[in-house]
């Protein structure tokens, strides 16, 4: 009785964790199904004020759309297709000196409000569109009348549910990008921004401080991504599809020293309690599989999300682009980051619970030389955008990868994600 209440408690305890943790921040992470499209309370400051007192001010915005995923295609031919057509220019810049010089922001928002449809269809064509040196998007409330101009319809962040990331504004669906202090040493590798089913359309970020030194935002064009990787690896990923593990679970090292009777039974009841509770709090089913590493070898449990395809066909213009978070998932990757600029500092156990990795659609690894290959032909198309304050990066995220260099000083950037 004594040993089965004990396997009773931990399979609560670690079922509790899951519930706890299940929208930690992966990428092709998790959310709750519960979020609607009610009001939105925003929760901290514009950067360099003083704290703010409470406010009952809320503003409405939509769910973050599902994934436009579309038909299966023919890759071969959709690589080929994007190999003959000529690259548009990328990312496109609009400088406010050539279209509203000077420091009168009623004439810059003018501008916005004449030009929105064309700025528009402008991050259709290029992917990103860098806006220069306007004085009306230095401030939270600047770059919301910005927005709002180019007839751009906000949506919640797809990580809303967990609370994962911060607001800037309180009267603006502006959230915080990835400024910690902690994370400095940080690589963001390059991806697409899509968690779980949901994946925004487009995103505006925004500068209000450069940081002293490197934070530059980084884009790659998703179609030269495409037209670059390797014929026969780009078919292998297409035709195999693949799949992210979201979250790792390392709490399990003292395992090994239960008896080998009871340890397995243990294992199955931990693995249940755990996916009954990941599964009742996100909208796709989750496996769990048993595995060591990551964390000196220690047993660890790891969630894996369904398997989808690595590109995918703008659900507007049609055109083949990749649509793959590999740069930022593989866990090859980020340790090789890591020997360049430092180890994440891990400051929470959530830090330690967002590992993630991708996998072939079977469950095969990507070998070190595919992974070498997806990280050179990554590289060769990112751009490093040093923003200054007020710049913003405007960008069709099905088209558009993005990702944030290292960083020393304080780093205030910010985003908004539309329909």
Partial sequence: RGRATTIMWSAVCIATIAAATAGSRVGAGVRSPAVSASAVRMATVAPNAPPAAATTEEVEMAQCPETAWGARMDIRSAQQELREKKRSEFPHEVSAAAVAPGSDTDAQLAYFREHG?????????????????????????????????????????????????????????????????????????????????????????????????????????????????????????YERSIRYSVMELPFFGWLDSVPEPLRNPLMGIIKGAVGAALNAKVDFDVELVWGEGGYDGVRMLQARAPVQPPAVRHPESGEPTWFCNVHSHSSMLRKRREELYGAERFESGASQINKSDMYYGDGAELSASELDHLDKVTMANTKFVKMQQGDVVLLDNYMTMHGRNVFDGTRKHAVTWFK
């Fill in 117 to 237: 449809a064309e700025l528009r269809a402008q991050m259709l064509e290029h992917g990103a569109v860098v806006l220069r040196g306007f004085e009306l998007t230095k401030t939270p409330e600047g770059f919301q009348s910005m927005y709002e101009a180019l007839g751009l319809e906000p949506c919640l962040d797809p990580l809303h549910s967990v609370s994962a990331r911060p607001m800037v504004d309180k009267k603006s669906a502006v959230y915080e990008a990835v400024n910690k202090e902690s994370r400095k040493n940080f690589f963001i590798g390059m991806h697409n921004e899509f968690v779980g089913k949901r994946a925004p359309r487009r995103a505006a970020f925004v500068c209000f401080k450069p940081a002293e030194e490197g934070g530059e935002f980084l884009l790659a064009d998703g179609r030269s991504m495409l037209a670059d990787i390797d014929t026969e690896l780009l078919e292998r990923l």
